[in-house]
Structure formats: C-alpha cells, structure tokens
C-alpha cells in the first residue's frame, strides 16, 4: 500500500487526512484498504459521475452506500434541499414535510403504521433493538452473521464458539455484556435459526431480508417465511432491517418483494435522499410505546432534520412503478454484461434489484462463510483495474454495488468493456 506520497492533489490531501482523521477517512471501508490502495477525494459528483480532485472522473457504483438511488446531484433533490434551507435548516419543533414523508412510508409499507425518525441507521436499529425489549419484556436478540444494522455495541456481536450460543464483541471496545445479549446465526440456515429459537426466548429476531452487507446473498426459498414463522412461535417481533433495501429492491422494499410483513422495520439510506436520516417504524401498537406517546425513551437533535425530510421526499417522489422497473433493467443488464465478461474466470454475479455483487468464487454464495472463502486478493486487483478505467466499485467484496436510475445504458456498456479489460488484466 502506498502512504499518500505520490505527487497527486489526493495523495496530498490523504498525507494531511492521516494526521486529523484515523486511517484517513470518517468510515473505515473508504480508505480503500481492502484493495489495497489510497482513497480517492472527491470533489463533485453529477448524475452516475463523480470526479476526483485531480480531475480523474468515474463512473459512480457506490452512489454515497446506496442513499443516491437518483444519482448525484439530482435536479429535484438539489431544488427540494435548496427550498428549504432558504427557510431554515432545523427548528428542533415539528414541521410539515415530516408529516408528509412519515405518511408516505406508511403509504408504500402497510406494516409501517407509524414511525420515528433519526439521524442514521445505527440510531435507528439500537433504538427498534430497545423498544422490542420494551415490549416484549425480555433481553436475547438474534443476529445473522454477517448482517450490519450499524455499529451499536449489542449489534457488533460475532457468533461465539458452538451453536446457538451468546454473541462475543466484534470490536474491541465492545462489552462483553453487550454481546452477549445477541445470539448469532448462520444465514439461509433453517437448523440453526430454529436451535437457536429452541434455546432462547428472543425480544426480537433483526434481519436485512435482502443482506447486502456481506456482499449481496439473498434469502433462499422459503428463508423469510421461515423467520416469521419462528418469530410468531417463539414470541419474538420479527423486526426488518430494510436500510438498504427500503424503496430500492420495490416500491415497498423486501417485504413487499417476498410477501413476508415484520412487525417492525428499519430505515436510513435512500429515506434521506443523500442527507443524514432513518427511521424505525411499524405497528401502532408498538410503535405507541415510544416517548411522548408512550414510556420508552429515544430523542434526537436533528431527527426529522427538513433539509433530510426535504430530499427523502423529494427522491421518493421519483420512485413510482416505472422507475423500479428501468432500476432493474438497468441491474440485470450489468449483471448480463458482467456473466459475459468475467468470460472463462469462475465468479458469481448475484443481484436484486438495484443491487449487484460480483463474487470472485466458483461456488455459489449462500451465508457469510462462503462470502469469507472468495478469492478476495483478485478481487482487489479486479477493483484497482477497474479504477484505471474510470469504474468506482465498492472497494470491498463484502459491499454491494449500486447501480442507480441515473446509470445510463450508455455508461452501463462503458462499465461492461471496462470490466472485460480488468478481468483480462487478472488473468
Ligand atoms: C448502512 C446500514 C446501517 C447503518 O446505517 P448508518 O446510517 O450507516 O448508521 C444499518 N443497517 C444496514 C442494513 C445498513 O446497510
């Protein structure tokens, strides 16, 4: 890995970035260090284009993690977000737009009656984690491996030794205790998902229906009926983390793609359209619970923020039936096109709509030790050739691309020859 000594305006800025900010960067998987490379800085982004600030542009499949499902800079966002902030950034009391968005959730999820909202993600899981202890009146949580609902102590919990048993700190730094309130399960594994409901009385069983934080690995048949099924007999609320795949894989995200309903779902991402918010939402009866309605406690400063409110609404205001369907069409034709031009190297191209992962395996991928055993160095190497040509892929084969409705065909083909070229480069 080169240490930002090279003579470009990034290699410069890292050098500065290495002194104020750890590793560089604010979130760890942008220092690029599983391809082993710098980070690239960034100065704009428009449409499925970002440039760089030495002048180096890129065609965009990171998309900010998945909130810029329009591209960069769209013309309804930039004007939503504009409007607002002419009128104020944050009051700290209600406003209207947050009404209009909370209801327009409630519109395209009908197991979403009522929500709160936050900040991120993480605020939002730690805060559905507690509400389901409220509720239910016990502490265990159940996790799949190689699922990410942020990084709340509890949640960064690894599979202890055995099955079915507590959780232990994924990070240092992370209470035992914490952990060990989570059991950790193999994913699109039903024998160890109904052991470990055999064994533990859940508050909550928390999944990303459609994971995408190990790369992509989707349910198998029958996987989230399964989970529903074992969440109403063991008691537990089975809760969805739909942070990314919340008005990205559907109109109304997994749960309306795979016809299974949670009692309570999770947020973030493309719901703030590019700006800081999530939410946590579901049954009015639960969701009654929470402070001021009811007696459990979560506030936040800049929750239901209206620049946030302002540019959630206005991308999901883009989002209607026509808009999913180009999604996956322009999905499926990258995938296509990325089958035809990995040519005779074994990889696996999985995908959902709006979602992409490019597995360097010969086997199919199916729960996060499979993720584990790709072959992650050709990986990098494929990634640092793609970014020679001018393609931003995420910097990790356990991210998920995200192909955006601003991705043209045009730079989808762009992307597919590149592609070829890297994979050729590889060989
Ligand atoms: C990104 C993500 C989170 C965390 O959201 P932040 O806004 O980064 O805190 C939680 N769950 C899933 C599934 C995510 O992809």
Redesign the pocket.
């Known amino acids: 890995m080169s240490t930002g000594l090279d003579d470009t305006k990034s290699g410069a800025l890292y050098n500065r970035a290495l002194s104020v900010l750890p590793g560089g960067v604010n979130s760890p998987v942008r220092a690029m260090r599983a391809i082993g490379r710098d980070p690239i800085f960034i100065e704009r982004g428009s449409g499925c284009e970002i440039s760089d600030v030495d002048g180096n542009s890129f065609i965009d499949y990171v998309c900010s993690?998945?909130p810029l499902i329009l591209g960069h800079a769209h013309p309804a966002v930039v004007e939503a977000v504009t409007n607002q902030l002419q009128r104020g950034s944050t009051f700290g009391a209600p406003t209207e737009i947050e009404v209009d968005l909370a209801e327009e959730v409630c519109r395209r999820l009908p197991s979403v009656e009522m929500l709160r909202m936050t900040s991120?993600?993480?605020?939002a899981?730690m805060s559905v984690v507690r509400l389901a202890r409220a509720v239910t009146g016990r502490e265990p949580v159940l996790k799949f491996s190689g699922a990410?609902?942020?990084h709340v102590d509890g949640l960064l919990a690894e599979a202890g030794s055995g099955l079915a048993t507590a959780g232990v700190p994924g990070s240092p730094g992370v209470p035992a205790a914490a952990a060990a309130g989570t059991i950790v399960v193999p994913w699109n594994d039903p024998d160890a998902l109904a052991a470990a409901c055999a064994k533990h009385q859940f508050a909550a069983i928390l999944a990303?229906p459609v994971p995408?934080?190990m790369g992509l690995v989707p349910p198998a048949q029958g996987c989230l009926e399964l989970l529903r099924e074992l969440a109403d007999t063991n008691g537990a609320l089975l809760v969805f983390?739909e942070?990314?795949s919340g008005f990205r894989v559907s109109f109304g995200g997994a749960q309306e793609l795979f016809g299974v309903q949670p009692d309570l779902t999770?947020f973030?991402?493309i719901l703030g359209g590019g700006l800081p918010a999530?939410a946590y939402g579901g049954r009015r009866d639960l969701m009654e619970r929470i402070a001021p309605a009811g007696d459990v406690y979560q506030a936040g400063t800049l929750s239901g923020n209206p620049l946030a409110v302002a540019a959630g609404l206005a991308t999901l205001g883009e989002l209607d039936d026509d808009a999913y369907l180009k999604l996956s069409a322009t999905t499926e034709r990258l995938a296509e096109g990325m089958r035809s031009a990995a040519g005779e190297r074994p990889v696996q191209v999985v995908t959902q709509p709006g979602l992409m992962t490019v597995f360097f395996s010969e086997e199919p991928i199916t729960d996060y030790l499979g993720a584990q055993r790709t072959d992650r160095e050709a990986f990098a190497a494929w990634c640092r050739a793609l970014l020679a040509r001018g393609i931003y892929p995420p910097p990790s084969q356990f991210e998920t691309w995200f192909p955006s409705l601003a991705h043209t065909d045009e730079a989808i083909d762009r992307t597919i020859e590149a592609a070829a070229a890297a994979f050729a480069e590889i060989a």
């Open positions: 993690w998945g991120s993600g993480t605020e899981a990410y609902h942020g990303e995408a934080n983390d942070v990314i999770v973030g991402k999530a």
